[in-house]
């Protein structure tokens, strides 16, 4: 979304949006509601200007007062291992994700079935399942692939997004709709025309 507005504004032609993670690094690896979880991964997405504009409608938001569900703690000037609620952040992330998909597609004038791929944060498959499962998504218009690589974080979309481009899937003029979220806690989603 910030790519695409430094785009419309004229600021810049192409814009590379970058998410990156190297989470093995800070997880407990005796603590196994976590280690498990965590991989390391990088993806990007060029942002391009065009005649027009493609992105169709997002929406994005935070909540510092549940930071603690999911953060990396810092005490006494260090970093400790990333500590999670997995329970309460499965809540969080099956009740969110589908609400700003839902507004994302409303901004955009759109419905769930005018969509034509799903590529949703890959934090993991039950998370995935519930939300498809609460918008009605038919599982063949859903992007999965938590087997071949894990939770890679903030690169999970871009490395699904490039998954489903390589193999000849995704298609110039479809209608691609994303959502993620995260610590802090943190959630956004955004719906655009591929090409």
Known sequence: MTAAQFVQTGAY???LAIGADALSRWVDWG???TCILFGDGAGAVLVSAAP???LL???CGTNGQDSALLRLAYHDG????IDMNGREVYRFAVKMVPEVLEKALYRAGLTVSEVDWWILHQANQRILD???QRLAIPATKTVSHMGAYGNTSAAS???ALEATATAGLLQPGQI???AGFGAGLSWGAAIFRWG
């Open 157 to 159: 979309i871009p490395l």
């Open 130 to 132: 519930a939300v498809t």
């Open 78 to 81: 260090r970093y400790g291992p």
């Open 13 to 15: 032609r192409n814009v």
């Open 52 to 54: 027009t504009n493609h």
């Open 31 to 33: 603590d196994r509601r």
């Open 176 to 178: 691609v709709a994303i």
């Open 57 to 59: 409608g997002w929406e």
